[in-house]
């Protein structure tokens, strides 16, 4: 049977666990002090994976808050996902030595491809590729661009390289508590024929419920972030709701 893993999402800015909205900077909250209370948290909610992403490195193309990913990493016992500002193969090392489980190579996806392609042949599985789209076309450079390339297209190219692993977002959903986008994820979960998690959106238990219902197709994942942190429900609840199905 496939598996459906929950992913509670630690969005990191200054330090700090913030969420955004629709991936504007200008719509921030923050929600707690300690990116690894948080984690400690979750982990105690029953969490297996966290999805770190370090906002700051997103904007600046560079690594900003990976202390905070090191202190989790090595401190509790969960696997680690981290996005947000990894450009360089340098990047992709550090954290994959530090006991990170997987790097989410995002934007550079398009900007960079030959990067990209070079880290699936050297890591595989341990690369996600992190796609977030609006209207269907992949968006780039922590959401501020969108490119003329469609995300099923890019999924099927980077499925021919090596990629295993897909984190789709959709853009208007992020932050928006209003369903995600299961066909959506579905499209590229069907397009690529590999693991796709879905993220953005997810409001309540039967959001996660209709994702894991997809799971046979490839869907194998959620990114919950707004949701645990407005309390539409909480992590145990989720897991709860996962078992009933």
């Given amino acids: 049977m496939s598996e459906f893993t929950l992913y509670p999402a630690i969005d990191m800015r200054n330090g700090k666990c913030v969420r955004l909205v629709q991936g504007d900077y200008d719509q921030e909250t923050i929600y707690g002090d300690s990116p690894l209370d948080m984690a400690a948290k979750f982990a105690k909610d029953g969490a297996t994976w966290i999805h770190l992403v ?19 990493a090595s401190s509790l016992d969960v696997k ?49 590729i992190g796609i977030d789209a609006r209207n269907g076309f992949v968006s780039t450079e922590g959401w501020l661009e969108t490119s003329k390339v469609k995300a099923e297209e890019l999924g099927r190219e980077l499925a021919k390289e090596g990629a295993e692993v897909f984190i789709f977002t959709d853009i208007q959903m992020d932050g928006m508590l209003s369903g995600p986008n299961v066909e959506s994820t579905v499209r590229l979960a069907e397009a690529t024929g590999k693991q796709v998690i879905a993220s953005g959106g997810v409001s309540a238990v039967a959001d996660l419920q209709k994702l894991s219902a997809q799971k046979e197709t490839g869907v194998s994942g959620a990114i919950i972030g707004k949701a645990l942190y407005t309390k539409q429900f909480t992590l145990a609840e989720a897991f709860e709701g996962l078992d009933r199905i």
């Avoid at 904007?59 to 990913?69: D, F, L, S």
């Fill in 54 to 72: 370090d906002l700051d490195g997103a904007k600046a193309g560079k690594r900003v808050n990976h202390e905070h990913v090191l202190a989790i």
């Fill in 80 to 128: 680690v996902q981290i996005g947000g500002g990894i450009r360089t193969e340098e990047d992709v090392a550090f954290y994959l030595k530090s006991g990170v489980d997987r790097v989410i190579l995002g934007s550079s996806a398009v900007s960079n491809p030959a990067f990209v392609k070079k880290m699936l042949a050297q890591y595989g599985e341990k690369i996600a």
